[in-house]
């Protein structure tokens, strides 16, 4: 398991599901994509559009393209 980033800051967090340990599988809050209390991740930092995460239940490390603003492509 590694250890957290020395970046990782309760401060920086985001939502987004851990592709490894996907602990937000059974959450209601998640399933309706409201903020939950539990299944967040912290927020690294980011290069353009793209975020870098780690999960602080499984401390996985993942970058994860949001496809939105700097360097992303626009949804429609």
């Known amino acids: 398991m590694l250890p957290l980033d020395p970046h990782a800051d309760l401060g920086r ?3 987004i599901p851990c592709p490894r ?3 937000d599988r059974d959450c209601g809050d998640c399933g309706d994509s409201r ?3 539990v299944h967040w991740r912290y927020l690294i ?3 353009g559009s793209v975020l870098h995460l780690q999960c602080p239940g499984c401390t996985h ?3 994860h393209e949001t496809s ?3 360097g992303g492509t626009a949804p429609f």
């Open 13 to 15: 967090r985001a939502w």
């Open 21 to 23: 340990c996907r602990d």
């Open 35 to 37: 903020n939950c209390g």
């Open 45 to 47: 930092g980011n290069t």
């Open 61 to 63: 490390l993942w970058n």
């Open 68 to 70: 939105f603003g700097a």
